[in-house]
């Protein structure tokens, strides 16, 4: 008589180890994908962080809104293709993934200000990505006089 025990055995062990390394795989591609958000999501919002700083030096730089304009697009473009428009006491400007300056850009920067109070004028930048906020900025500098319009 033949013994068929070994190799049901061996059939059963096989088939156990192809479940267990099925199970692996299916752990380590949900642990792949969570990390590949959370990387994105921190993507995201470095690039919302960065743009509001740099918006916050342009700032400090400039005595009149047209020259704030001016530093954040040295290219020039943002006349003729609107990424840039701005009214008496905001402005909006849209960026894309690259942090220049774009037409239908993914992210949007609104700054608003008020009128300057005992030589002091404050402002908020705040950055919009899929219609929420990601970061707010409070600014507040002297010496402005060219934004109080």
């Given at each position: 008589?033949?013994?068929?025990?070994?190799?049901t055995?061996?059939?059963?062990?096989?088939l156990?180890?192809?479940?267990?390394?099925?199970?692996?795989?299916?752990?380590?591609?949900?642990?792949?994908?969570?990390?590949?958000?959370?990387?994105?999501?921190?993507?995201?919002?470095?690039?919302?962080?960065?743009?509001?700083?740099?918006?916050?030096?342009?700032?400090?730089?400039?005595?009149?809104?047209?020259e704030?304009?001016?530093?954040?697009?040295?290219?020039?473009?943002?006349?003729?293709?609107?990424s840039?428009?701005?009214?008496?006491?905001?402005?909006?400007?849209l960026?894309?993934?690259?942090?220049?300056l774009?037409?239908g850009?993914?992210?949007?920067?609104?700054?608003?200000?008020?009128?300057?109070?005992?030589?002091?004028i404050?402002?908020?930048?705040?950055?919009?990505?899929?219609?929420?906020?990601?970061?707010?900025?409070?600014?507040?500098?002297?010496?402005?006089?060219?934004?109080?319009?």
């Amino acid at each position: 008589m033949k013994q068929k025990g070994h190799f049901t055995a061996f059939y059963i062990e096989t088939l156990v180890m192809i479940l267990v390394f099925v199970g692996i795989i299916l752990v380590l591609t949900q642990v792949f994908a969570a990390a590949k958000k959370k990387s994105t999501e921190a993507k995201t919002l470095t690039t919302a962080v960065c743009l509001a700083e740099n918006l916050a030096e342009a700032f400090q730089a400039a005595e009149t809104p047209d020259e704030l304009y001016r530093l954040l697009d040295a290219a020039g473009t943002h006349e003729s293709d609107g990424s840039l428009s701005g009214s008496v006491n905001s402005f909006t400007a849209l960026y894309n993934d690259d942090m220049k300056l774009a037409p239908g850009g993914a992210y949007r920067m609104e700054m608003n200000w008020g009128a300057a109070e005992s030589g002091q004028i404050s402002g908020l930048v705040t950055v919009i990505h899929d219609g929420s906020a990601l970061w707010s900025l409070p600014l507040s500098s002297a010496g402005k006089e060219g934004f109080a319009r």
